[in-house]
Nanobody, 124 residues
Framework: QVQLVESGGGLVQAGGSLRLSCAIS????????MGWFRQAPGKEREFVAG????????YYADSVKGRFTISRDNAKNLVSLQMNSLKPEDTAVYYC?????????????????WGQGTQVTVSS
């Protein structure tokens, strides 16, 4: 069983930065491919970024490329999302998720374990 706990959300002005963290606990937690998704009110959950178990491969939604960076520290069982140049349209609840074997990074159906989410609000 794997547990995921996100932290680091908050209120920030447009153009500002936030760093989200996802603490991974449970059995052999360091070997999982991971992702970040977000969901705004009235909208579907959407892919933000993904990272392979080694950190050697990363994936981003077009809307965040060049602004967000996903990384991981397997020694600390942490996956992070550094968000720069934030825009009001980045406002959402952000979720950390564990990708299931054979699942796509880009679709929420490719993941089988989710955190509780952390709210990010960007004011204009």
């Amino acid at each position: 069983q794997v547990q995921l706990v996100e932290s680091g959300g908050g209120l920030v002005q447009a153009g500002g930065s936030l760093r989200l963290s996802c603490a991974i606990s449970g059995r052999t937690s360091s070997i999982y491919n991971m992702g970040w998704f977000r969901q705004a009110p009235g909208k579907e959950r959407e892919f933000v970024a993904g990272i392979s178990w080694s950190g050697g491969s990363t994936y981003y939604a077009d809307s965040v490329k060049g602004r967000f960076t996903i990384s991981r520290d397997n020694a600390k069982n942490l996956v992070s999302l550094q968000m720069n140049s934030l825009k009001p349209e980045d406002t959402a609840v952000y979720y950390c998720a564990k990708r299931k074997t054979g699942g796509s990074y880009y679709y929420h159906t490719g993941y089988d374990t989710w955190g509780q989410g952390t709210q990010v609000t960007v004011s204009s």
